[in-house]
């Protein structure tokens, strides 16, 4: 007979654990394509909101503004990404993708693609749409509550 055991702490464990395997791959898939994982992130983010605020990236990539303006720092030095001012405050400043970091991201786009095949081939639509409920759920959590 199997033991009862409470769905939250089972979830969660698994959850961590799968999260950490999962980033390990992602790096170093990521490494062939020459970034760090909070990198690609940021490509992704931008290509969808390229001349997005610095604070805008910073919460769509989950960061805190100190962090995104080092990993955006790196960005630059790379050739992915410039800064720009904002025309209406001299003190804040856009971020916009360079044809260099157009192309990594297609690059970026593509072993994530990947990735996403390798995870998802197993299921079916419905299934993967109650991933996506769930995950998505876990990521609107507020982490002060």
């Known amino acids: 007979m199997a033991i009862a055991r409470p769905t939250h702490r089972r979830l ?6 799968a999260y950490g395997r999962l ?3 992602a790096g170093v898939m990521l490494s062939d394509a020459g970034v760090k994982p909070a990198q690609a ?3 992704m983010y931008l290509g ?3 001349g997005c605020q610095l604070s805008e990236l910073a919460q769509g990539v989950g960061a805190g503004n100190a962090a995104v303006t080092g990993l955006v720092d790196r960005m630059e030095k790379a050739g992915f990404v410039t800064r720009k001012k904002l025309q209406s405050d001299g003190r804040g400043k856009t971020v916009h993708l360079t044809s260099a970091g157009l192309a990594k991201r297609e690059q970026v786009m593509q072993t994530l693609r990947t990735l996403d095949e390798h995870l998802s081939k197993h299921f079916t639509d419905a299934e993967m ?6 995950l998505n759920t876990a990521s609107e959590l507020d982490p002060q509550k």
Do not use: E, G, P, Q
């Open 12 to 17: 969660f464990a698994v959850f961590d654990h």
């Open 23 to 25: 980033s390990r791959r």
């Open 41 to 43: 992130t940021a490509l």
């Open 48 to 50: 969808y909101h390229n």
């Open 129 to 134: 749409d109650t991933i996506h409920k769930f």
